[in-house]
């Protein structure tokens, strides 16, 4: 299917937004590597529910927010979105970064979110090893890290197939300079976000790639535990994108679970 | 023109195959390679040979600072120039100098610059940089807000050393409520400020604009007269005259008594330019540490990067001058000529050039190319 795209200003900050499918609506909240357009994993989903996929301010072509400081200040930033699109209640999806700022927005106002699916979030400090520092390593090195097997991704020509236009790498660099704003320091966690996880109400479903070298499996496990009413499902073969790696099977895991609302 | 003695301290006692093994120098290698009792004895030894620059006559003594690197050991630049303070008479203390950006305390900065102008009898010249990424790195400090953070400690330093206390300070990235440093410049309104560049033109404009003393650092003629343009351009903008004493370069040199001696110790240089800057781009310049038209400049500025120079284009092209001491005034003579600058700075000891190579060129340079420069 076709989304539509449009531009919504959330007080003076206009954000670029793909909207597409019917049903209850679903906000997607992109990671760190910015809004990768209408994927392969929305075409099912969207049968079933309305996606609403905002790019980040700072991301993509949307306008830029210089004074934001952390994760929290994007995720106030969203639940300011659901006012002015006029969403009083939603599924949440997030991925990575985005997941984070699910989490956090869940912790703020865990009335208007219906379900909730993290994948791969960051935001917690892991119990054991490290999350990869996603700024230190030339991006060649950190894709091999990114994905278990490139090979196999369907969407592999379409999303990797040939070198970004010079617009598109000047959109990949402010992806990453937007990215850096936010999550630099404590890197990729809020050591106050699990105190405040249990306040969350919505029934939650944390998604984890087996084989994730950005984001430490454990952090999965932390989730759950923290979370009062979440399960872990974690695919197998599967690195730090499982929305691209395993886009049917993502797809049919999110259906099915938000179905059971 | 002025001459300016500098040393990086540098600490290259180990294989460097086991650098090699390594992405880069910097951040990466690790400090196991790194011996006290090398350091202990090198300290001393480089803080002797600035003693003797100072006595030799050089106009200044320059003193840098970088962090987690073999490459440069002075890990304090406001402490090389306390003891310098002390143990030197006449030459200038060229700081240049403190990494702003990762401070997080500039107060405490502005003491510290203030206590080294007091006990050198008001001998400090302040130098103010951005810092290389990977003090960013060292430091944790957010890329993003280098150039911001860079600026607003300059801006609250400035405050400290002009207006009296106490006063409150509430920034974008810097809060004090109470400010009253107890500890103020011999010089007023306080010591010169100085700025390198590499490649920002932000910087240059900004430096003219202010009406501070610039300074490329290791890049082409073509390069700095460029440099210099932006710096005069920012100058014009606040009316500003520029003079030849608000401009400097810098380059590497040696001198000895014989044309091949000098062109061998010469060759230590090549190490800076080459292995102590391998590594990924992610290490020397992060994400948002430098804005487009910074990035594009240096692509320019580097469009043949040092490390892929031999030694003979680098002595050719002015990065690295060695030779006699009559051959290296000439050089420097030809420097100022296509520049017009009245400050050289010399990184006249690098990598593995010994202690007695090291103190032979001091000797030359006071007996006959610093009285030569100036009479420039």
Partial sequence: MTPREETIAVGPTRVEVLIGGVGDPLLVLHGAGGNRGWLRWMDAVAERHTIYAPTHPGFGRSDAADWMEGIDDLA???????DVVGLRRVHLLGHSIGGWTAAEMATMRPDVIDRLVLVAPTGLKPEAGEIRDIFYYPPEE?????????????ERERLFGRPPTPEEAEIALRNREMAARLTWKPYMFNPRLPHFLPRVTAPTLVMWGREDGIVPL?????????LPNAT?????????????????????IVLDFLRRA | MKLYYFSEM??????????DKYPSLRLAFPNTFFSPEIAQRNYQRYLDEYDAADQAGFDGLMINEHHSTPSC?????NMTAGILARTTRNAKLLILGNILPIQDNPVQMAEQVAM?????????????VRGVGVESWWANSNPVHNRERFEECHDLIIKCWTTPGPFRWEGRHYHFRHVNPWCLPLQKPHPPIWVPGTASPETAVWAGRMGYTYVPFLVSFEVARELFDFYRQGAAEAGRTVTEDKLGFLICAVTADTKARALEAGRNFVWRMGPTLRGPIEYFSPVGMRSRAASQFALKARSVSLSKMTYEELVDNYYIVAGTPDEVADRFARVRRELGIGHLLLEAQESRMDHATTMRSIELMGKSVIPAMARL
Avoid at chain 1, 218 to 226: F, S
Avoid at chain 1, 232 to 252: K, N, Q, S, T, Y
Avoid at chain 2, 73 to 77: C, E, P
Wanted: net charge negative; with cysteine; proline share 8%.
């Fill in chain 1, 76 to 82: 106030r930033f969203y639940l300011w979105f659901l």
């Fill in chain 1, 142 to 154: 950190l894709f091999t890290h990114t994905v278990f097997d490139a090979a196999t991704i369907p």
């Fill in chain 1, 218 to 226: 454990i952090c999965g496990e932390q989730y759950r535990r923290l």
């Fill in chain 1, 232 to 252: 872990l499902r974690v695919l197998e073969r599967c690195g730090h994108l499982p929305p691209i790696e395993r886009p049917d099977e993502f797809a049919g």
């Fill in chain 2, 10 to 19: 540098p600490h290259h006692e180990y294989p460097d195959a086991e650098g």
């Fill in chain 2, 73 to 77: 050991v002075n890990v304090s630049a």
């Fill in chain 2, 116 to 128: 080294a102008d007091l006990i050198s009898g008001g001998r400090v010249l302040s130098g103010f």
